[in-house]
Every structure is written in C-alpha cells, then in structure tokens.
C-alpha cells in the first residue's frame, strides 16, 4: 500500500510513531554521552586535576628540602645549622601530606610502577640528607680553613650522593607530574569529543524531526485538501449541470 493511499488516521499514528522514535533515540544518544562527559568531569576534578596538583607541591617541597640542604654548606656556626634544620619538619610534613593525597588516588599500573620507583629513590635521597645534616652538626666550625682539594664532609656530601640521589628522585618526580598532566589533557579532550559528539547528534535530530514533521504536515494536508477540492469541483460540476 502507497504512503499517499492510507487513510488520514494511519498517517497521523505513523507520523506521531515516527516521531516519538526518533525523540526517544535522541534522547537516550544525549544521555548516554551527558553520562560520558560526566564520567569525564568526575574524573578530571577527583583524580586528574588533584593528581597534577599533588605531583606538583610533591616537586615544591623537595625543592624547598634541597634549598635548605644547600644552605648547611654556607653554614658557619651551629645556630645557623640548628636554625635550617629546625624548619625541614615543616617542609616534610607538606610533603607527606601531598604524598598521602597522591597515594589516595587510583592508579593504573604505569603510574604504580613509577610510584614504586618514586618510594626507593625518596628513601635513598632522605637516607642522604639525614647524613648531610648529620654532617653539618658535627662540623667543627671553630676550623675556617678547609682542605681546597679535598673540601669538608658537608661539600662532598651535598655534591656527591646526595646530588645524584636528588637528581633521581627529582627526574622522577617531573615524570609522575608530566604522567599527570598528560592524562587531565586527554580526559579533557575526551569531554569536549563527548560534547561535540552529542551536539552533532542532538542538532541532526533536532533537524531530523523537524524534516518529518514537516513532511507528515504536507502529507495530512494533502491529504485533507485534496478530497476537499475533488468535492467542490464535484458540486461545481452538478451545479452547472
């Protein structure tokens, strides 16, 4: 049977059929992606975003840890060294904090594997600067002359074991940061081709719906009209005899 030969009912059900179809089908598709770019916005401001502010105070405070290493060489007396070694606590217990925060999130296995890496060389940095500052505090600062070779326990600690092991954790630190970073940019990106997606989707729906309607409104209003003129063009035709 011809679409143009149904009677004017099974048009109107077919059309308000069709419509209906396609309204719940886009919806669903925009809900499915709303919960895409939800899952996305979740995860930006519960791990990603908090990942690269945790890796970045974790690089802050060793940094501020290394600053005041460095202040125990132009140390000269024990109340300088006493004074520096009295504000490292602080400076660990910012550090641990952003550490445990770190901790908190979930990881995949590269970022496990990078996290592993990171505890050996923290415990291998910490062990170095616990000499450092040993070092310091048995000095004998009362001897102003030092060997210009050879140089004092302090300097070759500091540029020695305790250098590389800095070096390292700091490489590693960079590399949990970057990891961090490099992740919030895809789940960024991932949200925007989210809402590009279901903005394509709702606009050819929406264009889409617009198109039948209009087509079952020119259909039903054939359909009305034409048996309307066939039945004046009849009565004309009697009334002329």
Do not use: C
């Not at 308000?16 to 809900?31: I, Q, R, S």
């Not at 309307?228 to 009334?239: S, T």
């Amino acid at each position: 049977m011809k679409l143009a030969d149904m009677r004017l009912g099974v048009k109107l059900g077919l059309g308000f059929f069709l419509m209906v179809l396609l309204t719940v089908g886009v919806g669903g598709l925009a809900l499915w992606q709303l919960q895409n770019i939800n899952a996305t916005a979740r995860y930006l401001g519960g791990h990603a975003l908090q990942s690269v502010s945790d890796t970045g105070d974790m690089r802050v405070q060793w940094n501020r840890l290394r600053r005041l290493d460095a202040g125990l060489l132009s140390a000269t007396s024990q109340e300088e060294v006493t004074g520096l070694a009295s504000r490292m606590p602080a400076v660990m217990e910012l550090l641990e904090t952003a550490e445990r925060s770190f901790e908190a999130l979930e990881h995949d296995e590269e970022e496990r594997a990078l996290m592993g890496q990171y505890r050996a060389e923290r415990e291998t940095y910490v062990n170095s600067h616990q000499a450092l500052l040993q070092a310091a505090k048995d000095k004998d600062y009362s001897v102003l002359e030092q060997d210009a070779l050879l140089g004092d326990a302090v300097t070759n600690l500091y540029n020695g074991a305790s250098e590389a092991a800095f070096v390292a954790l700091a490489e590693t630190v960079g590399r949990l940061n970057q990891m961090s970073q490099q992740r919030a940019r895809s789940a960024q990106q991932a949200a925007g081709a989210a809402y590009d997606t279901a903005r394509v989707w709702l606009v050819a729906g929406v264009a889409l719906s617009a198109l039948i309607a209009a087509f079952f409104g020119a259909l039903v209003t054939r359909s009305v009209v034409r048996p309307a003129r066939e039945a004046v063009d009849a009565a004309n035709h009697i009334a002329q005899g």
